[in-house]
């Protein structure tokens, strides 16, 4: 338990981290989009197919059209980055802020209110326009950039308001999930969604009844989940979040089991031979493989989940999270009016992201703390 808790902590110190490296692709990304010579190769990039093929099948393929670089980003990289969020929402469910009800519940309401709060008035200023199917677009929180300006401020930020957060943005990530599902997803191709279902009863089964702790196994099956959701209709998104439910939890070698191995084969090199080792450039096979030993039950003390989300955060952090930036926040400000700001979508997405987020968030944690259904976090004042 100690170490999947630092596992928590070393994800909130490396989202902290990641959100300047996103701030800088972001800015680089309007920098991109509105010089004049850049711009062309900017957008040009985005539109370079990607393909991976195995005989004639292209594994980047979508309803048999070869995937945009674009695409890829937005459908490939992200679902990789849904399945750490899976990964994290399961671990926060263990033994997290979402383990207990009376922990969860301040941040999991405070997430709905800001979820309902920002549609409602979207769907108030926007009514009756074309642009009200983008509802969803305000209920965003972006947990890399929120715990990037919390970074800044450093140790004036108590560690609980960073929990806090974190947790927020955990539940934020649950109902954004969902809606991608409800609302997002269409022309759905029922056999496909048939088979993939049936993969996700195959990890259950061994994840649960046969206790199946290989990473390879999770991560094969979910890789063709992930194409039969992206073929199917689903937001293949969708795919990353449910495989990762499915990784255990539990280590192949206990704790105790793992302490009595190390210390057995350490003591096989008995301090008679100490001046040998010392003298020695080259180990015994015999040796060799009481280190090999001891790396696999080394290995097998971390479990799957914990293993799988320590080695994505690097790559989610710094490589993904900030491509998908540079890729997506290239809006261009040329010809764009002022006037956008106050009026049309550019006001209903301010308006319910600015102001909704921040009331929708402050009003339903007020109402449950002083109802005493929850309890102020530690540290913060209102």
């Keep these: ?68 670089f674009m695409q890829f980003i937005n459908d490939t990289l992200m679902a990789i980055f849904f399945f750490n969020i899976g990964l994290e929402i399961k671990r ?57 300006v919390l970074a800044i401020l450093g140790s004036r930020v108590p560690l609980s308001l960073k929990v806090f957060l974190t947790t927020l943005a955990v539940v934020d990530d649950i109902g954004g999930i969902l809606v991608i599902a409800v609302f997002y997803s269409s022309g759905i191709k029922y056999m496909l969604l048939l088979y993939s279902l049936g993969l996700f009863a195959v990890l259950i089964l061994g994840s649960v009844f046969f206790h199946i702790k290989s990473k390879i196994f999770y991560i094969s099956l979910g890789g063709i989940i992930w194409f039969l959701f992206l073929n199917s209709g689903i937001h293949p998104t969708i795919a990353g979040v449910l495989v990762a439910f499915c990784v255990p939890a539990t280590p192949v070698f206990a704790p105790k089991k793992y302490v009595m191995t190390i210390r057995d084969r350490i003591s096989r090199f008995s301090t008679t031979e100490d001046e040998k080792l010392e003298k020695s450039r080259f180990l015994s096979n015999e040796q060799m493989n009481w280190l090999k030993e001891m790396e696999t039950a080394t290995d097998k003390v971390i479990s799957p989940l914990q293993d799988l989300e320590d080695t994505l955060h690097p790559l989610v952090n710094y490589i993904i999270i900030p491509l998908f930036a540079f890729a997506n926040a290239g809006i261009i400000f040329q010809g764009m009016n002022v006037s956008a700001l106050y009026s049309g979508v550019g006001a209903a997405i301010i308006c319910s992201l600015v102001i909704g987020k921040f009331v929708g968030v402050f009003m339903f944690s007020w109402v449950t703390i002083k109802t005493e259904l929850a309890s102020m976090p530690e540290n913060i004042s209102w």
């Excluded at 509105?34 to 711009?39: E, Q």
């Design 1 to 68: 338990m100690a170490n999947i808790f630092y596992t928590a902590r070393k994800t909130i110190k490396e989202y902290a981290q990641s959100g300047n490296v996103l701030l800088v692709a972001t800015i680089l990304a309007l920098i991109a989009a509105n010089t004049p010579v850049v711009s062309t190769y900017y957008f040009d990039l985005w539109k370079m197919p990607v393909s991976f093929e195995v005989g004639g099948f292209n594994v980047f393929s979508y309803h048999g059209e070869t995937m945009s």
């Design 92 to 148: 926060e469910v263990l033994v997290g802020e979402l383990s207990s009800f009376k922990k969860a519940l301040l941040p999991i309401v405070a997430a709905i209110g800001g979820m309902i709060v920002p549609v409602c008035i979207f769907f108030t200023i926007g009514h009756g326009t074309d642009y009200i199917k983008g509802a969803a677009i305000p209920m965003a929180t972006d947990i890399a950039f929120s715990l990037g």
